[in-house]
């Protein structure tokens, strides 16, 4: 599977009038563009491109035609674009994504029945966990996380899994970068973290407890592993203190363990 | 939601040494590249790229490494490139897409777990159907449509559903295509399309018979709606003849009505 430490990116929106040189710059337009859309602005007028992009109006204009023309972009009735169903047709290839997804669904399915809790898979991208799938029953205590969105690899259960696992260097850069308080879980320093992260290498999972009192949640997350190393992190997320997360450690360990005993079998197939 | 109805798009590689207008070219052309991609090829040589796009060498590789700069591509270890998580982001931002997914998914873990058989969720993408989701159980007999893949209007039950409410003029268009005995499905002439597409609006409900020996199905579809009418087909697909399609249809019918009902105070909250 692809590396997950590519250099990281900067979101920072071109600076208005800019003058974009073919190419190089184009395509930088293009995503930033693309970019400019979330969750809470998921149909966003001209005006909205223009001023999340810095870009000036015709530029955005031109881009958005162009992207709607290849089905990047749909245009709502009321003129506002939207992401469009091709960029889903595309991203479902990514390896990393839907690829891991479709070993992982059946298994997901198994513990989310098991559980009656949410159930979250998720992957590392440079100095982030991405989460890839999500399962979650009517009435469960909701989640902040939506599928597609990034998660601090330090205050979630998935996160430290994949953080514990990561390249030296990685970790190195989390810890420097580490705020004491952040996240509002038990780990309150950088040494905490470090002393976390050992503890998560040596057991082979984590339990990660969240203590916002408006939504007290714990969290159990095991490694999922491709033969490279650790490309995946699972969890089971169920609201504090009901739950003990004691009793949910064999039944997260043991499935992330027959997702991996597929990755491994699908890549020897492959 | 946004029309599916806009213009189709050719996906012909461009002619090799075309020489790109800045712009216009380049957003077509980083859409082919990333079209390059199906899911027999997720990961690509540069030497693929250039194959199945017809660019030069030198283009592919400097648009394939400015994609794998903004994410949108991930290079292997051995060099080959792979749909990057960036456009999963991206991607998972498509109303039609994982909003819809977002919406339906509780309802579909239900019906799956109430009849043990695939349950498939649609859309209607001009004159093809996309698969938003599928859950299917560790020992489901094989389905061939996975996420993000295309399937044909006339040969599946949620393209059936999805054409019945479709405009007069898309199903004139997809009648007039029909190729008989395409797709190996009870419907044989275009006319027998035609009386099952009004049978399907009076009931609200498809049953599709696919005829495969090795292989044979039945699907259950039923509609989806929002504010603007049919957005999404639901199905269940079971293997013949073990199966009794008219056990399912209550179910998925009033699934699909759950998911509408929801879709629709969602719209309205929003």
Partial sequence: MASPDRPSRGKEPASPGENPTPGEALVERVFALLSSFD????????????RRTGMPRS??????????????????????????LRLLEIASLAPRGHGLRAVAMPYMEDLFHVTGQHVLLAVRDNHQAL????????????????VGERMALTTTGVGLVLLANAPVGVQERVLQDFVAGEGDTTIRTPEELR????EIRRG???VARRLDPAAPRTTVAAPVRAREGVVAALSVVAPSPEFDPTAYVPAVRATARAISRELRETEAAG
Same sequence: chains 1, 2.
Avoid: K
């Avoid at 530029?59 to 469009?84: K, M, P, S, Y």
């Avoid at 002393?195 to 050992?198: G, M, P």
């Fill in 39 to 50: 969750s809470e602005n998921r149909a966003l007028p001209l005006a909205g491109l223009t």
């Fill in 59 to 84: 530029t955005a204009l031109r881009l958005a035609r162009q992207l709607t023309d290849v089905g990047a972009l749909e245009r709502l009735d009321d003129g506002r674009f939207v992401i469009g």
């Fill in 204 to 206: 082979d999972y984590a």
């Fill in 131 to 146: 989460l890839v799938e999500r399962l979650s029953a009517h009435d469960a205590a909701p989640v902040r996380f939506r």
């Fill in 195 to 198: 002393r976390s992260l050992a």
